[in-house]
């Protein structure tokens, strides 16, 4: 894990989804959003419906590259999984999302080409 990063691991009863390094993620909760930096104190937190949003690192994620180390900036991807029940652990630095039901939505930038171009900042989520 890269200094000042987050590991997170997705996973559903279907399986492993998503596991990687991140400098940032939001997940949606039954009463709100959360988001999760590092060094957050550790929750125990339900999940409710929608997307979890994860920054990675550059070179971060289940693609088989590695980290950048010490770079904790996020100027990596952004990973969108939905989400519909289940809880959310983040305990120092390590993040597990065990959700009822979970699948891959691809990046930002997949998004983008898929709803016909632009950049992910012209079709953000």
Sequence with gaps: ?????LSIEVVSPSGHLWSG???QLSVPLV?????VLPGRQPILA???SGLVRITTHRDSGDDGRDS???DASGDGSLV?????GG?????HDTVTIAADEATMEG??????SRAGGGSPEENRV
């Design 1 to 5: 894990m890269a200094l000042g990063a």
């Design 21 to 23: 390094d991140a400098a």
């Design 31 to 35: 009463d709100g959003e959360m988001g």
């Design 46 to 48: 339900v999940i409710g």
């Design 68 to 70: 950048s180390p010490g």
């Design 80 to 84: 969108l999984i939905r989400v519909a």
């Design 87 to 91: 809880f959310c652990s983040v305990d």
């Design 107 to 112: 990046t930002a930038e997949d998004r983008a």
